[in-house]
């Protein structure tokens, strides 16, 4: 599959709702995105599929079937490797850019240390993106213009599901490389669930999607090595009924990670995701109110 190589973004992402949202669910994908621009392109030293390793690729599919369910579906449209929208939005590395980052910009974060901060320097199996420093400028357009908005609808998403139910669900959803992740008996997992350690959901809830994964054959694990993100830290306040879990999806199940073309499986675990969140839904509205999950 190649990507889509534009010159902007129109529009930078997609919200897409049911007719009503009967749900108090909102699914959120924030690296699915495949439009690269051609100035990204010809800035960075490596070619264009060197660039989607670090894509969620296709998560935004597997996820569609959350309008059927009767929740919003927002995903972005650029690609992680041009910006992140799992950090915080001033995680930079000075290193990377011509110019003097804002005093405020968080340079010494473990992400940034790592390559992987609000405009990343590296993809996800380490390589280099850039062939040169870039201006400061630019860095600063991508967050004003990208990263600030997506955040804004999405916040606004939850706040409509919060005031419409009393409370609200935002389901992040991710894939991970398969060399990544293995359960402590060396098994592959196929999925990993992310609560910051019980910090950004109610226990019901992440019990509720495990359970609903294992029925359906899946082997899943929690928080490791994948316990949540910028997301999932900033948009979980259980306490307030507004409750945030990570959803890791181990890519081999579904697609050939290195030509980044679909299996066949893909449509089998389609299903079987929007079969295990209809089914969460339905004990949720059948064995708690608001008030037990924010309670939890």
């Given at each position: 599959m190649r990507p889509i190589i534009a010159d902007e973004f129109q529009p930078p992402f997609i919200v897409s709702e049911p007719l009503g949202q009967t749900v108090p669910f909102v699914f959120n994908?924030?690296?699915?995105?495949?439009?690269?621009?051609?100035s990204f392109l010809s800035e960075s030293r490596l070619d264009a599929m060197a660039l989607r390793r670090s894509e969620d690729a296709f998560v935004d599919e597997l996820f569609a079937c959350a309008v059927e369910l009767g929740a919003p579906l927002m995903a972005a449209r650029f690609p992680r490797a041009y910006l992140d929208l799992n950090r915080e939005p001033y995680e930079l590395d000075s290193?990377?850019?011509?110019?003097?980052?804002?005093?405020?910009?968080?340079?010494?974060?473990?992400r940034v240390a790592g390559g992987l901060g609000t405009i990343p320097r590296i993809v996800s199996d380490g390589q280099e993106i850039y062939a040169a420093r870039i201006p400061v400028e630019e860095a600063l357009h991508r967050i004003e213009w990208l990263y600030k908005p997506y955040h804004r609808?999405?916040?606004?998403?939850?706040?409509?599901?919060?005031q419409a139910f009393g409370h609200a669900i935002l389901i992040d959803c991710h894939s991970m490389p398969s060399s990544s992740v293995s359960r402590e008996d060396g098994a592959k997992a196929d999925?990993?669930?992310?609560?910051?350690?019980?910090?950004?959901?109610?226990?019901?809830?992440?019990?509720?999607?495990e359970a609903a994964m294992r029925g359906r054959g899946y082997t899943v694990i929690r928080?490791?090595?994948?316990?949540?993100g910028f997301i999932t830290e900033h948009y979980g306040e259980p306490a307030l009924g507004r409750?945030?879990?990570q959803i890791e999806i181990n890519r081999?199940?579904?697609?050939?990670?290195?030509?980044?073309?679909?299996?066949?499986a893909f449509a089998t675990l389609a299903d079987d995701l929007a079969q295990a969140f209809s089914q969460v839904i339905e004990d949720l509205a059948g064995d708690a109110t608001p008030q037990q999950i924010a309670a939890e």
């Open positions: 994908v924030p690296h699915a995105g495949a439009v690269y621009p051609a290193r990377m850019f011509d110019g003097r980052l804002p005093p405020f910009a968080n340079t010494r974060s473990m609808m999405l916040r606004q998403l939850i706040r409509r599901t919060a999925i990993v669930l992310g609560d910051r350690y019980g910090m950004s959901c109610a226990p019901f809830l992440i019990d509720l999607v928080n490791k090595p994948y316990a949540g409750h945030a879990l081999a199940i579904y697609m050939d990670e290195r030509n980044m073309e679909k299996k066949p």
